[in-house]
């Protein structure tokens, strides 16, 4: 069974909650919202999801780069399911990228994140891994964390001139390229 869940909206009160740890991973309600996660964010054309944007306040995102309409470039990777992730930035260094979010469809903006960052997180099978990230990956694992602590990629917006429209932003990287 297929399940698609609802993705929750900005302003909706679950998006801006400090998500709950994870005690048991093998828990059969955290496998089925898993599988919920898994084929929520297949559905739609987005590279990551996190538990809150399907109304679950759990500490579990899904890091899942591909290329898709809404993100061309973005790098080839299996599916990842995190549980009670965690992270922190290699160095200082910092870029400004295009984001968007399944949960504040048809806006855009520029959000500076780490660029190389080393994370921990239980994977489906209880196993602790750590893995360093960089650059679209590592944002992608920054921007689903945000949903666990209860922000959104807006809040990390430093000028709202870095705002777009989606349409303005696709008119833009059109013209990019």
């Known amino acids: 069974m297929n399940i698609v869940s609802e993705i929750a909206q900005l302003g909706a009160p679950v998006l801006r909650m400090q998500a709950e740890v994870v005690s048991d991973v093998h828990d059969n309600e955290i496998l089925q919202l ?3 996660m898994q084929n929520t964010l297949a559905a739609t054309s987005g590279v ?4 809150p944007q399907i109304g679950q306040s759990k500490r ?4 899942a780069s591909r290329p898709t309409p809404r993100y061309p470039l973005a790098p080839l990777m299996e599916p990842t399911v995190m549980i009670n992730p965690g992270f922190y930035a290699l160095s200082s260094e910092q870029e400004k990228d295009w984001e968007g979010c399944l949960s ?4 855009r903006a520029l959000v500076p994140r780490s660029v190389e960052i080393m994370i921990t997180y239980t994977d489906q099978n209880g196993i602790l891994v750590q893995a360093s990230l960089s650059r679209f990956v590592a944002r992608i694992f920054q921007h689903e964390f945000d949903h666990l602590e209860g ?3 807006l809040d990390r917006v430093e000028n709202n001139g870095d705002i777009y429209a989606e349409s303005e932003y696709f008119k833009l990287i059109a013209s990019d390229v």
């Open 104 to 107: 504040i469809p048809g806006i």
């Open 34 to 36: 898993i599988v919920a």
């Open 151 to 153: 922000k959104t990629y």
């Open 60 to 63: 579990i995102i899904i890091v």
């Open 48 to 51: 990551g999801i996190a538990a």
